[in-house]
């Protein structure tokens, strides 16, 4: 009787330790289960605009999209255009939130004719352009004279054009002028022939003229190598208004979890995975610019 006296006191204590265990423990449990749910962000979606995806982009913003959404719980979602014109005009429409497919010069002169107010929020990457042939010449000197070559005729990239014309000896511009066309050509000993098309359209009038200047995006789906090309532009401090952007609308820091969604976009960007992806897929011709130093 004793004994069993015993046992059945010794099975109440440990029955009532093991209760006590587990509520005290409840709390904790509940408090770390709060504390997670509430460290995690809270699901969001953000529309990027891009310029139709190639290999690079994809590549690129796959590891972006993964580090977003572990980092952030951001969602991307993209909205793809097939022309200069469109990107910038969805983003003041407010049709997307953030667009990634141009240059600081070519947003300032969009702002400037369109009335925007669009910002640049980070920077991406540089990109030289190149003139390319498919008439079997190793450099300009090789042009021909009445040679025709092919230039974007968007405001900003036409100028660009002209100048790399004027820094591969081809041409001279007038001086002052911030934004060259064709009418500023000064002198042209070769009687080069301007030829102005959609900056999508240059590879493909390489059919029907000397050489083309050709946009980066653009190189690889008509089958062209980066070194091919018979000029590049160079790198200098000259260069800066050729970094591309992230761009924004004026008030994108108004909305605190949209911008929180937007720094981690940036944070999965400027990684040195993007850096890594930027020179393999653009045979080393492109160059991360967040971190880059002009000289």
Same mark, same amino acid.
């Given at each position: 009787m004793i004994n069993q006296g015993i046992k059945k006191t010794a099975y109440i204590s440990l029955a009532t330790l093991a209760v006590s265990t587990l509520?005290?423990?409840?709390?904790?449990?509940?408090?770390?289960?709060?504390?997670?749910?509430?460290?995690?962000?809270?699901?969001?979606?953000?529309?990027?605009?891009?310029?139709?995806?190639?290999?690079?982009?994809?590549?690129?913003?796959?590891?972006i999209s993964n580090y977003a959404k572990k980092h952030g719980n951001v969602?991307?979602?993209?909205?793809?255009?097939?022309?200069?014109?469109?990107?910038?005009?969805?983003?003041?429409?407010?049709?997307?939130?953030?667009?990634?497919?141009q240059h600081y010069f070519f947003l300032d002169n969009w702002n400037k004719e369109n009335n925007g107010n669009l910002k640049p929020i980070a920077k991406?990457?540089?990109?030289?352009?190149?003139?390319?042939?498919k008439k079997g010449y190793k450099s300009v000197k090789d042009l021909p004279d009445k040679a025709q070559i092919a230039i974007p005729n968007d405001a900003t990239n036409e100028g660009r054009s002209l100048v790399a014309l004027q820094t591969a000896g081809l041409i001279t511009l007038k001086k002052g002028v911030a934004l060259?066309?064709?009418?500023?050509?000064?002198? #042209?000993?070769?009687?080069? !022939?301007?030829?102005? *098309?959609? =900056? %999508?359209?240059?590879?493909?009038?390489?059919?029907?003229?000397?050489?083309?200047?050709?946009?980066?995006?653009?190189?690889?789906?008509?089958?062209l190598k980066f070194k091919s090309a018979i000029f590049v532009e160079p790198v #200098?401090?000259?260069?800066? !208004?050729?970094?591309? *952007?992230? =761009? %924004?609308?004026?008030n994108y820091k108004k909305n605190k979890a949209?911008?929180?969604?937007?720094?981690?976009?940036?944070?999965?960007y400027q990684q040195k995975k993007i850096k890594q992806l930027i020179k393999k897929y653009s045979d080393g011709t492109s160059l991360?610019?967040?971190?880059?130093?002009?000289k």
């Open positions: 509520a005290l423990a409840a709390p904790a449990l509940h408090s770390a289960t709060t504390a997670n749910a509430k460290s995690k962000p809270k699901a969001i979606t953000v529309k990027v605009g891009l310029m139709t995806m190639d290999d690079e982009d994809k590549a690129e913003w796959k590891v969602t991307i979602k993209y909205v793809q255009f097939t022309d200069y014109s469109q990107p910038n005009k969805a983003l003041k429409n407010g049709d997307i939130d953030l667009n990634a497919f991406t990457v540089i990109a030289p352009i190149r003139l390319y042939t060259a066309t064709p009418s500023d050509i000064a002198s #042209n000993p070769k009687h080069i !022939k301007i030829v102005l *098309v959609d =900056a %999508a359209q240059t590879a493909r009038s390489l059919s029907s003229v000397d050489a083309a200047f050709i946009n980066n995006t653009f190189v690889s789906a008509a089958g #200098n401090k000259a260069s800066k !208004k050729w970094i591309n *952007v992230i =761009a %924004a609308r004026p949209k911008y929180a969604a937007y720094k981690e976009i940036i944070k999965g991360a610019a967040w971190d880059i130093k002009l």
